[in-house]
């Protein structure tokens, strides 16, 4: 027992030392050995984690490593997918490209964007103090990239908040080479933005590139660079932006549309302040002035800027789609390569064009805010001068707005801004009951549905040079392109295809067709009836009389005679080939879409002897020295027999003498050999003219964007009477100044001819058959053709006296001038009854004369 104490107490002496000693008790010997088991415990629990610590150290710089080395790697490997230097030595070097009219006029310029390009100079500091505060505070300082503000922007991603990290010059990259750099949210994209970046900065000054960056950032509506910020959000340039007007578009470069000031002005007015408190985070601004100046308003002056001023421009525009689509192809760059696009647009009369679109476009505008602003619906007269003297009494389209509440609550619906309303929790009751209260919104919604527009387009037929296009009363306020994007209903000016049709089965303009009522069974439970403003009458009438004065019945009759497909297929042939054409009856009287082009395209196949060519707008391209690129020579193909051509020309020519063209003559003085077609459509919807001169086709169209809207009275919904006055203003303008000629005649209908005499006499009798009464055609004598004669020619003294007849009957008053009218058609109506006496008594002869030949005929060949 003693031993066994004096080893114990000998191992806690050893193990304690000289704290046991000094402890002297037992416990204090346990409670030592106890701490000396823990201590090493954690000591050694330290040790391992200082270990492991170690070791991901470790790791994480060699991952950290392999990564930077493998992102490096890749850098290097996509520096070659980065525009070379040389690229952006010719970033400055923009040389746009010019249209240039067929008589030598330069009608607009191709540059990048809606760009103009202003030097660092003239930029007003206020817009560079504000752009550096925000997105570059270390521009001047570092070679591409920020690395500071990438490593920021990285740690900040990270954690959650997505911030840009690029540089100005970094921007710029994105901004000049799109295409090359990318969009997309991708590491690659990053990396050939930050080497784009450096080789940029090896290539410009500081200050250039801040030039380059502030003329080439996009700012929406059109607007490329600061030049044209300005002038949209504020109808000013850019030298004379206000402190307050910088921050604003500066504050758009975090997201243009995210922030537009125009259509988010709240966020863009909070976004704009956060700019001023940046300067003066920055040094750039104090502290009580940009408090005071965050107390202001946006205060835009908007005014949206068009690409380029163009004396053609949706012309203008149809060629830069082509140009683009062609400089693609051959590796050019339309607003930069300094191109001379020859096109074949006549600036003498696009200019002619327009001042006729202008003025009727006005006058036509006039009439149909009388009618639908008074509550009567009586028609003021057949001219528009009594429309403009009351106009100063009647509110614009005040009647139909209160009158037609079911058609303005579907316009509201249709809004934008009623789709906001709803979309906010407002029922669609309520949207409706809020905008109309809107006084501005209802304002606005009443001027954009009640604006008439107008297009109007010419051809030459010998060579399908487009002379001339009008897409719309004004492109600032319509850009949208009535000649080739509208689609409408052509209603009568397609008959003539029809006509046409029937010529080629072998019908004569004098065949006749009985004016019955007319019933087609479309399907199982559809019946078509067209109709026409007068009764049937049961009479004969001619093919000629049928498209001169347009009869519907005589129109859907052929149309059934010789074949809905077959007339779309001919329609094609002629020029109506970018539109769909279905092949229903109602095809006969025009109810599939077509565009305005098309149309002056077919008519300029009939005027053109039915050689068709395609519509060609451009004829040489050059680069800025003068060597020729492309040359564009016109394609043809004979779409109609010339001898069907030249007859048709010669039924068109009855529309414009004596049937629903016949003003073109009596109003406007036309005395040249010119044919055309009127068209009316459903309701009066669309109004159409189609006229052909031997060296010009054209076309106007009338009407209103959205077809619920239209002229009040059936008189002025007729193409005769409002597209007829746009085609019939230009054509005397044309005449008069020498632009056209009053002397090119069309060809005159050939005469029939045969391979013998037996065939002659066949042709010209028929065959020993006497043709059943219910045959196809009625066989008789052909016409021959009209003696040649000289045409009407245009004398001073004669237009004066013209003139002055016509200011005479513009001046008189009203109800005589109904009462001469109503006189005239009834002089005419009788006039056609003896001319259809007289012709029928003609047809007897002629019937009684061909059978006495033909006995003798088939006696002499016996």
């Known amino acids: 027992m003693a031993g066994w104490a004096r080893r114990t107490a000998s191992g806690a002496a050893r193990g304690l030392g000289r704290g046991a000693a000094r402890a002297g008790g037992g416990f204090w010997r346990w409670s030592g050995t106890r701490w000396e088991r823990v201590r090493d415990a954690e000591a050694q629990r330290s040790a391992r984690l200082f270990n492991l610590a170690a070791l991901l150290a470790g790791w994480g710089a060699a991952l950290g490593g392999a990564v930077f ?147 080439s950032v996009p700012f929406l509506y059109n607007a490329i660079g600061i030049e044209r910020a300005a002038r949209t959000y504020f109808s000013k340039g850019a030298d004379d932006l206000t402190l307050v007007e910088s921050a604003t578009l500066v504050a758009m470069l975090k997201g243009t549309s995210y922030y537009n000031p125009r259509r988010n002005p709240e966020r863009a007015l909070r976004r704009r302040n956060l700019v001023l408190r940046l300067m003066v985070d920055d040094g750039r601004l104090e502290a009580p002035e940009a408090e005071r100046l965050s107390q202001q308003p946006l ?141 501005t919104f209802m304002a606005n919604l009443k001027n954009a549905k009640t604006k008439l527009q107008v297009g109007f387009s ?190 048709l020309v010669d039924m068109l020519r009855g529309v414009v003498d004596r049937g629903t063209g016949r003003q073109l003559r009596s109003e406007f003085g036309v005395r040249a050999d010119v044919a055309g077609k009127t068209g009316t459509t459903q309701d009066g919807v669309d109004g159409w003219f189609m006229a052909i001169h031997p060296d010009l086709a054209m076309g106007a169209w009338v009407g209103f964007d959205d077809p619920r809207v239209t002229f009040r009275s059936a008189y002025w919904q007729q193409g005769g009477h409002n597209a007829l006055r746009v085609v019939g203003d230009f054509s005397r303008t044309a005449l008069r100044s020498g632009l056209l000629s009053a002397r090119p005649r069309f060809p005159e209908t050939p005469e029939p001819s045969s391979g013998g005499i037996r065939d002659w006499f066949d042709g010209i009798f028929g065959g020993d058959e006497e043709p059943a009464p219910e045959a196809r055609r009625q066989e008789r004598p052909r016409r021959p053709a009209r003696p040649d004669r000289a045409p009407e020619r245009s004398s001073p003294e004669a237009d004066a006296v013209a003139d002055a007849v016509e200011e005479a009957l513009r001046d008189i008053d009203p109800e005589a001038r109904r009462a001469i009218d109503d006189a005239a058609r009834q002089l005419e109506r009788e006039a056609d009854r003896l001319a259809r006496d007289a012709e029928r008594a003609a047809r007897e002869i002629e019937r009684e004369g061909a059978r006495a030949l033909r006995e003798a005929a088939r006696d002499i060949f016996r």
């Open 458 to 647: 010419a051809i030459d037929p010998h060579s399908g040079a487009i002379r001339v296009w009008v897409g719309s009363r004004g492109y600032r306020e319509a850009p949208f392109d009535h000649v080739l994007r509208a689609r409408r209903q052509p209603g009568s000016t397609f008959k003539p295809f029809v006509y046409a049709r029937a010529l080629e089965e072998g019908w004569d303009p004098d065949d006749t067709l009985r004016d019955d009522s007319v019933r087609i069974q479309i399907d199982r439970d559809e019946l078509w009836e067209p109709t026409d403003p007068d009764a049937a009458s049961g009479e004969l009438v001619t093919l000629r009389d049928g498209l001169a004065l347009s009869r519907n019945r005589i129109s859907a009759q052929l149309g059934q005679r010789v074949g809905a497909r077959d007339v779309a297929r001919l329609a094609r042939r002629a020029g109506v080939n970018r539109s769909k054409l279905e092949a229903v009856p109602s095809i006969a009287l025009g109810t599939e879409e077509v565009s305005l082009l098309e149309m002056t395209s077919a008519y300029a196949t009939f005027a053109a002897a039915g050689l068709y060519h395609r519509p060609l707008a451009i004829t040489r391209i050059e680069d800025r020295d003068g060597n020729v690129l492309e040359d564009f020579a016109p394609e043809a193909r004979q779409a109609l027999k010339p001898e069907v051509a030249h007859t």
């Open 299 to 439: 205060a835009l002056r908007f005014e949206r800027q068009t690409i380029q001023a163009s004396l053609a421009p949706h012309f203008t525009e149809h060629v830069r789609r082509e140009m683009e689509a062609w400089a693609d192809k051959n590796g050019y760059n339309l607003y930069g390569d300094g191109l001379r696009v020859y096109t074949t647009l006549d600036w003498r009369l696009q200019r002619a064009a327009t001042e006729s679109v202008r003025k009727f476009g006005d006058a036509l505008q006039t009439v149909a805010d009388v009618e639908w602003g008074r509550t009567s619906a009586s028609r003021l007269g057949s001219t528009t001068s009594p429309y403009y003297r009351a106009a100063s009494g009647v509110t614009a389209f005040g009647h139909y707005w209160e009158s037609k509440t079911a058609v303005v609550d579907q316009f509201i619906r249709e809004s934008a801004e009623f789709e906001r309303e709803t979309a906010g929790g407002a029922t669609p009751e309520a949207a409706i009951a809020s905008l109309r209260g809107d006084a």
């Open 69 to 215: 080395t493998l992102v490096l790697l890749y850098a290097l490997f996509l520096i070659p997918f980065t525009p070379r230097v040389a690229t952006l030595e010719q970033a400055l070097e923009i040389h746009p490209s010019v249209a240039i009219s067929a008589d030598g006029t330069e009608l607009t310029e191709y540059a990048r964007g809606g760009r103009e390009w202003v030097e660092l100079e003239d930029i007003s500091p206020h817009v560079i103090d504000a752009l550096l505060a925000t997105e570059d505070r270390r521009f001047y300082s570092h070679g591409g990239i920020d690395l500071r503000r990438t490593a920021g922007a990285v740690v900040r991603t990270l954690s959650g908040d997505r911030e840009g990290g690029s540089s100005i010059t970094q921007q710029l990259a994105k901004n000049l080479f799109p295409q090359a750099i990318g969009n997309d949210a991708s590491l690659k994209r990053k990396l050939k933005e930050a080497i784009t970046a450096i080789k940029i900065e090896r290539v410009y000054e500081k200050d250039q590139i801040l030039e380059i960056y502030l003329n």
